[in-house]
């Protein structure tokens, strides 16, 4: 259990809280902080998150490859198609995301009148990060007549100049959806759109992307593991690169994964995605076996650089300022949500 000696008073709402501004946030949170230091206060931090959550009618929406104290805390946790879904259907007035910045996007784009709270601004992706508005317009106008599918993981623009959005959920289903006689054009990560390809038999071009996690799992290491664990099976994530899907024994999207290992007969799983789904798989299969993939190198690298930004004492910070805030024009919001909405009735 950890305290946080520099945060309100339990039962004590920040005054004007809720319906603040982002200066008015900072105002509220440091009068907070004073109170809390005058009774020298040694709150527990989950606690005073769940408190927050009440005051400000928040809920806490996390991706499976956060840490597991914040899916621990989270109202809901899913994958990219899930969370969409939830942050568009819920009726709270504050969203906490507890992702990467394109997600936070994505709840502010279907749900344009809650307050999208992100714990750290910095929190990106390299797949957003590699695949820029002007450079995906350029390419878009070398291809006159192609339809444009965008993975979810880029960012409201990309979305705003892209015909229709998918995940790794329904993407072969979008892709499927396209008159067989068009041009595909699918950005920005190029092995999942491989994967796809391989799936429709739909040739399409692809963005030179990649998620940095992803292709970082080591086939070398992976062969040695399987042969020290010949019952396990192989998941993965069609992020990954061919040679590690062509070895898989199952590919699909994170949830599809956790349900995977969760129903399938094996005992034991190597897990080729991030490991922070892995906190949800022991929850769900306490008794079976499962091993991360490992990395090339040895270092923490198959873990979400940007994922794990988010921290609870940022959660906490954020719920209290109300800030940092997710903040779009309409235009930008009108122009994303077209496409991903073409998405969502795509997914049953
Ligand atoms: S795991 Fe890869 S695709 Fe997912 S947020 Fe991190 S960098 Fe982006």
Known sequence: MRSLASLPIAGQPVPGAASAGPGAGSEAAAAGARQASAVGSTLDLDERIRELKRERNAVILAHFYQESEIQ????FIGDSLQLSREAQRTNADVILFAGVHFMAETAKILNPTRTVLVPDMNAGCSLADGCPADKFAAWRAQHPGAVAISYINCTA???ALSDIICTSSNAVRVVQSV???QKILFAPDRNLGRYVMKQTGRHMELWPGGCIVHETFSQRKLIAL???HPAAKLVAHPECEEPLLDMADYIGSTNALLNFV?????QAFIVATEPGILHEMRKRAPHKQLIAAPPEANCACNECPFMRLNTLEKVCHALERMEPRLEMSDALREAARLPLER???LSP
């Open 72 to 75: 621990e805390l989270a109202d």
């Open 179 to 181: 008159p067989a006689h």
């Open 343 to 345: 998405m969502l009735a």
């Open 157 to 159: 623009e990309v979305k």
């Open 262 to 266: 969760v129903n399938d007969n094996a």
């Open 226 to 228: 399987r042969h020290q």
